[in-house]
């Protein structure tokens, strides 16, 4: 049996698109001599639709839409929906994640998702009631076996700590199936590849079945797809595999476990930038927006920023707003104009000066002679935002904003002022990762100005103003950010582990959980690591514990 | 025996507040002739972590101050904390809600959590383990049957619908427990209270036995806590009542069934008032503020907000602040005067004139000649935003912010402008109700001005400029919000009941849907309603639904 794995890019609540992309791809695949085609998971509604789940209306649409693309599809397919449930008792959730077998003009089979991740960006026991069993389906010489995303995430040989009680992969196998096919909405990580390869082999090997994985391509908001379906032979080799990051088909076929290979980017840093370029794309684009502007300080954040909105949506669609205030570097000026020049987009410099001296001959009987201090700095990135904000509004365009992760995780960075914007396109990328992309960037050319890269970084909000006036230097800070964010590490573990000091690490700890406030007000960011800010990472803001 | 019911305001990670307050609680309970105190859900760590849970030391720390307490407490008594759990296979959370009941200087009992609830803003699955059996435990004359709030939520005489398919209440019962306490951190919502006294009375005459039910006081974060601790009767009668939003003890005698009654406001309008005083007041203290700044407009919605804040914190600690612009007319700047003077507040006036001039000529460059319209509107809005900030950052106040959820739910209210702020106070209260809050705030003299409350609203950002010019009458708006959002009716649904014109509806709808954006770079908000914006309701941004 041949078996098309087809990702493609749904929008959520975009149903007669996406009803339309699944239609056209099934044609493709049929052409193409396939007996199967595979999509992923809620393919029909577009993954992750959250609480627009609770609306009966919506669910009646994926039953609707569900009915009608079985009537009109030219290939056996399995789609990814959400659809009702009635459970004997009435009690429990009355959607379920399903898997549809659409043949013969009808839904022949379904299969719900058993495993309801409920960690990290998911809460899917908030809407679904879990499969109570497994079961496997004839179709031509094979018995299908179909799973859902995390359903396959449960392996008792891959995993040291298992999460649930139950493997629906062993499951089906036990019933009898003889491939396993896995329909998944699974969003992009650093370094997740090469996990969920291993992952997928060692299910394929452990069961002597091909495994095939489909997983959605494209941005959601704050999540990033990079598809990279791929099947697997029974002994664990790779034997398909589509793009990354695009829309594409690949064939499989089970009797002679041989497929295609299409090309992906291999170094980690080049499939990252893919990665931010494609949540970027898509964030704007599924908006409703064409063209995006960016504040250019001269400085990496925003070189790369800059850079990726380009590769993104062209650079007839950027515009690089200059700000110059009174601290700003002539440097950082003459890089700016520089960066901007080379990326091709339009330019335009609006300076602050004048209205940051309005601001302050008109504060002067609020601040009560006090001395300069952070306020006067916060202005002047307000004024920033405002500006910003201004040209959004006026000309439609979304306003993209330039703050890393590091920044965002101590707090050193302006709500309402750097912080405006209608996507935080790298506030999960650590400021050495920044740089990492700087020179991905700069592989071929010079396109981010070498001294943008090479200065050391400031806000350049005060006189002589620079970041490690305030902070560690960034190998320290990143390393101390990355284990206690992400690897949810104790001060004394860091401090141990890297041999910094014990002090050092406590007080960085604290800033980070006491600028949870700043992140509740932050625009959507791109997630590229295992642990973003953001609604994956729910945090109290007044609260006393200290870490 | 004689139980005290002892509510008190913890702290989220105030492991040292807390354990302070529960032993100064127990002390009194004891000297009052209790022979055990019952204190609320997670007291010991607050409620609720969030993910603070996942960190191993936040638990320890759960564990060894449990520990210490037992030692030191000076009567029986039932705490919330969270705890530690191995399963038998190791698989599943780790860790569990629990009531320990703490007596003779050690655990003598725990009861876990059984039903997690996973909807609006609860997630308790993300972390918890949930009981896999309920005991009982004697205690004294009685066998006494422990919940943890979300249990004694199921009861299948109450509820048409049961969510889930246990009654912890029918278990505890079965093994014959002869009084059901539950300890609860369940937060306030308008109406709450007569449902919740009708659900505990129906399991009281089921079961006949006397429930004791003791909830948390006071806020965290956007959610509020009345407290309001009761006793029922094995037949259902109200026997013991502790007051609301205030830390209390009551007595509860399970041989005479008798105990203390104390006060409550009786007017819904009334305990909502108390209920955003009491939000307001602890989120400013718990985040370590003592001083706040409202802007004033003249209108009605800051001078509400402006109201809540001085019964929270004092008139000391309050300062108003007029920013009046090209488009403020006089007698809303004559009302923001009067009303600071009735309120006793500080007031200062910076005018935003010369500030909104220096953008428009900085910005004319950038602008192109494109005619006046929304931009201009939302630079008045930022500047104040930003004097706002400027002030909160000079002093180290907090910026109350003053929109209310008719406006958020629309997106009649600007990004980084007079959405700017720490706190959003009647985010989660509709327009009408603001009035309402009005007219409790004025009942026996006028602290609000009547002009405030009886001129149209506006926005002052263009000349004449009313709310009603972009938005159909509140008394219209108000019905079709609630019914969309707090209780998920289609448009049609809303037409066909209210009589309403569908397209207008469906506008609204959409208008709702498509302000998602803005509402993700809001301030917290008090929580009132049964479905406030931000963590109880994730919503995607980009995604095309039509509702």
Redesign the interface.
């Known amino acids: 049996m041949k078996i098309a794995l087809a990702q493609f890019n749904p929008?959520?609540?975009?149903?007669a698109?996406n009803s339309a992309r699944i239609l056209s791809l099934a044609a493709q695949a049929k052409q193409r001599g396939a007996d199967l085609a595979v999509f992923s998971e809620l393919c029909l509604c577009?993954y992750?639709?959250?609480?627009?789940l609770?609306?009966?209306?919506?669910i009646e649409?994926n039953q609707q839409e569900l009915k009608e693309l079985a009537g009109k599809i030219p290939l056996p397919s399995i789609v990814g929906y959400a659809g009702r449930v009635t459970s004997g008792?009435?009690?429990?959730k009355s959607i379920a994640n399903k898997a549809a077998l659409l043949c013969g003009g009808r839904v022949a089979f379904e299969q719900i998702k058993m495993l309801l991740p409920?960690?990290d960006v998911f809460?899917e026991?908030?809407y679904f009631q879990p499969a109570d069993h497994q079961s496997v389906y004839a179709f031509h010489e094979e018995q299908l076996g179909i799973t859902v995303c995390e359903d396959i995430w449960n392996d008792k040989n891959f995993w040291a700590?298992?999460?649930?009680?139950r493997d629906p992969v062993a499951e089906i196998v036990g019933k009898g199936s003889t491939v396993l096919l896995n329909i998944s909405g699974s969003p992009y990580t650093l370094d997740k590849r090469a996990l969920r390869f291993e992952m997928l082999r060692t299910i394929a090997q452990k069961h002597t079945r091909p495994v095939i994985y489909v997983n959605q391509v494209g941005?959601?908001?704050s999540l990033i797809f990079d598809g990279a379906s791929m099947a697997l032979t029974a002994e664990g080799n790779l034997a398909a595999q589509a793009a990354a990051f695009e829309e594409d088909i690949v064939l499989f076929d089970t009797a002679t476990q041989k497929g295609e290979i299409h090309e992906q980017p291999q170094e980690e840093i080049a499939y990252a930038y893919r990665a931010l370029i494609t949540g970027t794309r898509?964030?704007v684009r599924?908006?409703g927006f064409q063209k995006v502007l960016v504040g250019l300080s001269g400085g990496v954040d925003s070189a790369v920023v800059a850079s990726i909105a380009v590769a993104s949506l062209g650079a007839e669609n950027v515009l690089g707003?200059s700000m110059p205030g009174p601290f700003s570097s002539q440097g950082s000026k003459d890089d700016a104009v520089k960066l901007a020049k080379n990326l091709g987009i339009r330019f335009?410099s609006?300076?602050?000066t004048?209205?940051f001296?309005?601001?302050k001959?008109?504060?002067v009987?609020?601040?009560e002679n006090?001395p300069v201090?952070?306020?006067?700095e916060?202005?002047q990135a307000?004024?920033r935002?405002?500006?910003l904000?201004?040209?959004s509004?006026?000309?439609g365009s979304m306003v993209l904003s330039t703050g890393n992760k590091s920044e965002l995780a101590v707090g050193y960075c302006t709500?309402?002022g750097d912080m405006?914007g209608?996507l935080a396109v790298i506030s999960d990328v650590p400021k050495l990762m920044v740089y990492e992309l700087a020179r991905w960037i700069n592989r071929e050319r010079e396109v981010i100005p070498r001294s943008t890269i090479e200065k050391a970084p400031s806000a350049e909000l005060r006189p002589n103003q620079k970041d490690e006036d305030s902070l560690p230097p960034y190998e320290v800070l990143d390393r101390i950010l990355k284990a206690y964010i992400e690897e949810?590490k104790?001060p004394q573990e860091i401090a141990d582990h890297y041999g910094f000091d014990l002090k050092l690490v406590r007080d960085i700890a604290l800033l980070v959980d006491r600028n949870e406030?700043k992140r509740?007000?932050?625009?959507?960011g791109l997630k590229i690591t295992s642990r973003a800010f953001g609604?994956g990472?729910?945090?109290?803001?007044?609260?006393?514990?200290?870490?």
């Not at 992750?48 to 627009?52: A, E, G, H, S, T």
């Not at 509740?520 to 959507?524: E, H, L």
């Open positions: 929008t959520v609540g975009d149903f698109g577009g992750f639709p959250q609480d627009l609770e609306r009966p209306a919506f649409r008792n009435g009690r429990g409920t960690y809460d026991s908030r700590n298992q999460l649930y009680d941005g959601d908001d898509d964030y599924k908006c707003v335009i609006i300076p602050i004048q209205v001296e309005s601001y001959q008109a504060l009987p609020a601040f006090r201090d952070v306020a006067e916060n202005i307000r004024i935002g405002n500006y904000m201004a040209i509004n006026k000309f709500l309402y405006a209608g949810v104790t406030y509740k007000q932050a625009a959507p609604f990472r729910p945090f109290p803001i007044a609260q006393k514990f200290i870490p």
